[in-house]
DNA sequence: CGCGATTTTGAGCCATGTCAATCGGAGTGG
DNA sequence: CCACTCCGATTGACATGGCTCAAAATCGCG
């Protein structure tokens, strides 16, 4: 079970920054601005570790603000597979617990979002259109990402995967403000990789080695560095050579 | 541009077939049966080989009545992913030509389907929401299979991929009366296959070879028969022997 | 300082990919 | 009916990427 709390402080920077990039994406004023900042005092907090899942009876989506999740599905012989990172900014889909169907929401980290349904309907009448749709679009883009996970699975060896999905955690990151550089924090081990990517622990650290022996990107301390942006997305197959 | 015809006349048999598999998924009554059959005698054929897509500007959904397609995506370096394959009874997403951004439906085969809204408009009131309904369910079930199929790229071995597939296949053409003991016709190219499950062409072959050797299943004519569902079963689901 | 979790490394094996050639059936033109 | 061609299926030889097992090193933390 999730444990709620609408009394913990977040910290206010982190807030302020999801704050900021969604008012971009949804064209808020200053004053719905305002508004928005009030709204989110009161958020749900999910502990690291923990399913996140719906307290009613159906699905609820919920909009992250801070912190690192995932969609996973353990399989009977304790193998797991994770499906895709979800980071401040993105929404997820809570399923209510027991409903193992699809996949499972899993916080990475401390987790703080906010029930979509409540904020909607706590929006004054001029934003919340722009919020229902920007909602949907997020929804619509958590899907897309499965085309290219997909893909990634499908169709690259270890070294195209981890960089991909690095170059994809990265622009994603920078949407919401956290990357400074091409630094930012990774909360995952190279277990979250290896489920994800499907390749063994044993694999991932080797192909981190490589690319940290090339030069490409560091890793420590659960944060990146992505040293030469170009040249990593010429190896993620995002770029072709002109023939 | 894909071609589309009202006058085609389909196999009244595979016609039938879907028909009542229909029926007995929305609860049609004999009633409804019969306004049913009388919609479907106009429906959109899109020949073997070319995309499916939607004319108007937003996307449209389509109901397969008869014939394969799949939802594929090419590389700019020409590899080919294939997300799904979608058989009939199964609702497709048409996005407008051009919109090649997650995906693209392709036909496999001659294919007949029925635009869903021009369905649901024309349905009688009875019907209608029960209609709207199975279509909803048919499109979470597409979502849901991507789960699956990420499952099977990024956990199982090329055995366990083909055989996961087949039986996947199986259920979902059972459903609609197209199995019959366990053959069932495969309109798939090893190459499909291939593109599919992430594997070579190669080695696709290989590893039908040796489920043929173990005599798990037969593959000729463009037909599958699967002949120890149990024990592929066991395969596809990486059964644990008790230690 | 000791413990559990994670990262790192080595050695060796096996699955899968690549390259290249052959084979078989279906269609096509003569 | 034959020669030809094309596409898909098949096979062999060989290279290699990624896995497994097992152990060491390192880190985070009490």
Same mark, same amino acid.
């Given at each position: 079970?999730?444990e709620l709390g609408k009394t913990h402080h977040p910290?206010?920077?982190?807030?302020?920054?999801?704050?900021?990039a969604f008012a971009r994406r949804v064209l808020l004023d200053a004053g719905d601005v305002v508004?928005?900042?009030?709204?989110?005092?009161?958020?749900?907090?999910?502990?690291?570790?923990?399913?996140?899942?719906?307290?009613?009876?159906?699905?609820?989506?919920?909009?992250?603000?801070?912190?690192?999740?995932?969609?996973?599905?353990?399989?009977?012989?304790?193998?797991?597979?994770?499906?895709?990172?979800?980071?401040?900014?993105?929404?997820?889909? @809570? &399923?209510? $617990?027991? %409903?193992?169907?699809?996949? *499972?929401?899993?916080?990475?980290? !401390?987790?703080?979002?906010?029930? =979509?349904?409540?904020?909607?309907?706590?929006?004054?009448?001029?934003?919340? @259109? &722009?919020? $229902?749709? %920007?909602?949907?679009?997020? *929804?619509?883009?958590?899907?897309? !990402?499965?085309?290219?996970?997909? =893909?990634?699975?499908?169709?690259?060896?270890?070294?195209?995967?981890?960089?991909?999905?690095?170059?994809?955690?990265?622009?994603?990151?920078?949407?919401?403000?956290?990357? !400074?550089?091409?630094?930012?924090?990774?909360?995952?081990?190279?277990?979250?990789?290896?489920?994800?990517?499907?390749?063994?622990?044993?694999?991932?650290?080797?192909?981190?080695?490589?690319?940290?022996?090339?030069?490409?990107?560091?890793?420590?301390?659960?944060?990146?560095?992505?040293?030469?942006?170009?040249?990593?997305?010429?190896?993620?197959?995002?770029?072709?050579?002109?023939?």
């Amino acid at each position: 079970m999730s444990e709620l709390g609408k009394t913990h402080h977040p910290r206010t920077e982190e807030v302020e920054l999801a704050l900021s990039a969604f008012a971009r994406r949804v064209l808020l004023d200053a004053g719905d601005v305002v508004r928005m900042r009030q709204l989110m005092r009161s958020f749900e907090l999910h502990p690291a570790g923990f399913p996140v899942s719906s307290l009613g009876p159906g699905p609820s989506l919920k909009w992250i603000v801070t912190g690192w999740a995932c969609e996973a599905r353990v399989l009977p012989d304790s193998r797991r597979q994770i499906f895709s990172f979800l980071l401040p900014g993105d929404v997820l889909l @809570a &399923r209510p $617990a027991h %409903a193992t169907r699809p996949c *499972t929401v899993v916080a990475l980290t !401390r987790l703080e979002c906010i029930d =979509v349904d409540q904020l909607l309907s706590s929006a004054t009448e001029g934003p919340r @259109a &722009r919020l $229902a749709d %920007a909602m949907a679009t997020a *929804t619509d883009i958590n899907e897309e !990402r499965k085309f290219e996970h997909i =893909v990634r699975l499908g169709q690259h060896s270890a070294a195209e995967r981890v960089v991909h999905l690095m170059l994809d955690l990265r622009d994603r990151l920078a949407e919401v403000g956290l990357v !400074r550089g091409d630094t930012f924090r990774l909360p995952l081990t190279q277990e979250h990789l290896a489920d994800a990517l499907g390749l063994s622990v044993v694999h991932v650290n080797r192909t981190l080695r490589a690319l940290r022996t090339k030069g490409l990107l560091e890793i420590r301390f659960g944060g990146v560095t992505l040293l030469h942006r170009q040249q990593l997305a010429s190896i993620a197959g995002r770029v072709q050579a002109p023939p």
